[in-house]
């Protein structure tokens, strides 16, 4: 897991601000009350796991004041994935339940690594998967276009 979040906070970022912070969730009862928020707020029902049993979840925040955060964050996301699959580890981003860190008890269970002005990002699961990981689909063709 430090490798991978090592690799997450090596993402290229804005004129080098390195403006994002990466909380690491492995406390079995936070991660079940952050994933029932995100079951709420996704509006799935009770008992459902979007977080698909991953007992790993990474929440990346990126500083509001930083015109940059946005992308800063998504480029930090796609580091922590590409970084776990050499340890056949299955990796997803989440990006829809924004809300979440902002309700009080998300509030007060990050509170120590939550800084003021930091805006949540997205959140990467970490576990390994029921069965070997699912090879990527093909490419779309014409996507790169050469100017010579």
């Known amino acids: 897991m430090d490798a991978i979040i090592e690799a997450g906070l090596y993402a290229a970022s804005g004129m080098g601000k390195q403006a994002t912070k990466i909380i690491a969730v492995t406390n079995k009862k936070v991660r079940d009350e952050l994933s029932d928020l995100n079951r709420q707020i ?3 029902k009770p008992g459902f796991d979007p977080f698909y049993g991953a007992p790993v979840v990474l ?14 964050g998504s480029l930090v996301m796609g580091n922590l994935m590409l970084a776990a699959r050499p340890w056949a580890l299955a990796a997803a981003g989440f990006t829809g339940p924004r809300k979440n860190l902002n309700c009080p008890t998300a509030r007060s269970f990050c509170k120590t ?5 930091m805006g949540r990002h997205r959140h990467c699961v970490l ?13 779309k063709p014409d996507r790169v276009y050469y100017i010579e």
């Open 127 to 139: 576990g390994y998967p029921e069965g070997p990981l699912p090879e990527a689909p093909a490419r």
């Open 113 to 117: 690594g939550y800084p003021g002005g």
């Open 59 to 72: 929440i990346v925040l990126g500083d509001k004041s930083w015109v940059n955060h946005v992308y800063d």
């Open 42 to 44: 996704g509006g799935w």
